[in-house]
C-alpha cells in the first residue's frame, strides 16, 4: 500500500506569515493528492483536490502544487481562521491513505 | 442543504460487535461513492473502506487494519450507508466519520475526493 508522510508534525506560525507543508508518497501517485483541514472537535474540510485544484469557497491564500512523489501546500499571508491541523490524502489506488497531520499553531 | 448525520457509536467490550449508520439527506445519495473514515483520539485520520454505487455493483474495499473484521454496505431505499463492526479491538476506538466521494474532472482525468462529511460518531471499545 502506499504511505505518505507529512512534514513538519507541527509548527508554530504568526498571523501574516507565509505557511508551506509538505507530503511525500512512498511511490508516485501523478496528481492524485488532495489536502484537508480539521479544526479541533470538528470534521475534515477539503481545500486542495488533484494536487493544485481549489475546492470551491475556499480561499485563495491556500494554494496546492506537485506531482509524483513530493507535494505541497501554501498558505499565504496566514489568518487566524487557519490554526488547524492539516493532511494530506492519496486517491491513487483503491485503498487511501492520509499523511499523519500537520499542526499549525499560534507563535 | 447536503448533509451526513453519523449514529450508532457508544461502548462495546473487547470482541464485541456495533453497527453505525449514516443518514444522508439533501443529495442524490445512490450516485455517490460513499467512504468511513475515522480518527482514534489525539491521532491522526485513517481511511476505513469505500462502498461504491450500484452502477459499480456495490462493491468494497477496505483498509488492511479492518479487512475481514468490518462490512460496509448501505440502503439506497433509505438514504444509508452502514459500518458493520465485528470482533472490535480497543484499538478500533475513534471518532467515525462518513463521507461523500466527489470525482472533478481536471484537464480530462478524473480526480476523487471527500467533499462533504458528516460531524461523527465515537466508538469506545473497553472493558
Known amino acids: 500500500d502506499i504511505q505518505m508522510t507529512q512534514s513538519p508534525s507541527s509548527l508554530s506560525a504568526s498571523v501574516g506569515d507565509r505557511v508551506t507543508i509538505t507530503c511525500r508518497a512512498s511511490?508516485?501517485?501523478?496528481?492524485?493528492l488532495n489536502w484537508y483541514q480539521q479544526k479541533s472537535g470538528k470534521a475534515p474540510k477539503v481545500l486542495i483536490y488533484a494536487a493544485s485544484s481549489l475546492q470551491s469557497g475556499v480561499p485563495s491564500r491556500f494554494s496546492g502544487s506537485g506531482s509524483g512523489t513530493d507535494f505541497t501546500l501554501t498558505i499565504n499571508s496566514l489568518q487566524p481562521e487557519d490554526f488547524a491541523t492539516y493532511y494530506c490524502q492519496h486517491s491513487y489506488s483503491t485503498v487511501w491513505a492520509f499523511g499523519q497531520g500537520t499542526k499549525v499553531e499560534i507563535k | 442543504e447536503v448533509q451526513l448525520v453519523e449514529s450508532g457509536g457508544g461502548l462495546v467490550q473487547p470482541g464485541g460487535s456495533l453497527r453505525l449508520s449514516c443518514a444522508a439527506s439533501g443529495f442524490t445519495f445512490s450516485d455517490y461513492y460513499m467512504e468511513w473514515v475515522r480518527q482514534a483520539p489525539g491521532k491522526g485520520l485513517e481511511w476505513v473502506g469505500r462502498i461504491r454505487n450500484k452502477a459499480r455493483s456495490y462493491t468494497t474495499e477496505y483498509a488492511a487494519s479492518v479487512k475481514g473484521r468490518f462490512t460496509i454496505s448501505r440502503d439506497d431505499s433509505k438514504n444509508s450507508l452502514y459500518l458493520q463492526m465485528n470482533s472490535l479491538e480497543t484499538e478500533d476506538t475513534a471518532v467515525y466519520y462518513c463521507?461523500?466521494?466527489?470525482?472533478?474532472?481536471?484537464?480530462?482525468?478524473?480526480?476523487?475526493?471527500?467533499?462533504?462529511w458528516g460531524k461523527g460518531t465515537t466508538v469506545t471499545v473497553s472493558s
Open positions: 463521507a461523500r466521494l466527489l470525482t472533478d474532472k481536471v484537464n480530462t482525468l478524473s480526480y476523487y475526493y471527500m467533499d462533504v
Open positions: 511511490q508516485s501517485i501523478s496528481r492524485n
